[in-house]
């Protein structure tokens, strides 16, 4: 079971809007519609920032959007604010209880 | 609110056994809403499922891994433990214990995470 395909890294300027893709399977992603993003500050623990594809805890700021179409999720995160700058990680449901993380992407506010 | 905390010995030895405990406060282990899991994270690289494992005893782990990990949970002293067996300086890594959704499968529940090496 591979890893989900995330791009290295994205940037973009303060008040841009930037789109970071996740790319997986018709087992993982593209069979089940729980895919969550992560974002990870150097040193700390992974935050939840989307569930259910599109879904947002409480607290994320709607700044920050999901979507999915076919095997590729997406998030957008619009208005960037220097304070977004860190590591987002995707991760898709696949089957029998088990779970697929993407390899992360930095992003850089220039 | 839910939290976890990580504990264990911060240094294995090549070939022997990493074990790490995640205590749970806030909550009941025993709550149907969860899983409870491990995701660790090699230095500069990124996340990997571990396993998970449900209070009543069911658990589910990484292929990847082959037979190496176990999760046991504890609902007497609402805990959960990691054992991953014959570990190589690959294992190297922090590791996370969370809280996974039951039905949704995302994790909104972290522990802030402990750095386990392995070096003779």
């Known amino acids: 079971q591979s890893a989900l395909t995330q791009p290295r890294s994205v940037s973009g300027s303060p008040g841009q809007s930037v789109t970071i893709s996740c790319t997986g399977s018709?087992?993982?992603?593209?069979?089940?519609?729980?895919v969550s993003w992560y974002q990870q500050r150097p040193g700390k623990a992974p935050k939840l920032m989307i569930f259910?594809?599109?879904k947002r805890p409480s607290g994320v700021p709607d700044r920050f959007s999901g979507s999915k179409s076919g095997n590729t999720a997406s998030l957008t995160i619009s208005g960037l604010q220097a304070d977004d700058e860190a590591d987002y990680y995707c991760?898709?449901?696949?089957?029998?209880?088990?779970?697929?993380f993407g390899g992360g992407t930095k992003l850089t506010v220039l | 609110q839910l939290q976890l905390q990580e504990s264990g010995p911060g240094l294995v030895r090549p070939s022997e056994t990493l074990s790490l405990t995640c205590t749970v406060s806030?909550?009941?282990?025993?709550?149907?809403?969860?899983?409870w899991g491990w995701i660790r994270q090699a230095p500069g690289l990124g996340l990997e499922w571990i396993g998970s494992?449900?209070?009543?005893?069911?658990?589910y782990y990484n292929a990847s891994l082959k037979s190496r990990a176990t999760i046991s949970v504890d609902t007497a002293k609402n805990l959960f433990d990691l054992r991953l067996s014959s570990v190589t300086v690959a294992d190297t890594a922090v590791y996370f214990c969370?809280?996974?959704?039951?039905?949704?499968?995302?994790?909104?529940?972290w522990g802030k995470g402990t750095t386990v090496t392995v070096s003779s």
């Open positions: 969370v809280g996974i959704s039951y039905y949704y499968f995302y994790m909104d529940v």
């Open positions: 806030g909550g009941s282990i025993s709550t149907g809403s969860y899983l």
């Open positions: 494992a449900y209070y009543s005893g069911n658990s």
């Open positions: 018709s087992s993982d992603i593209g069979d089940y519609n729980y």
């Open positions: 259910d594809v599109v």
């Open positions: 991760c898709s449901y696949a089957g029998r209880y088990n779970l697929i």
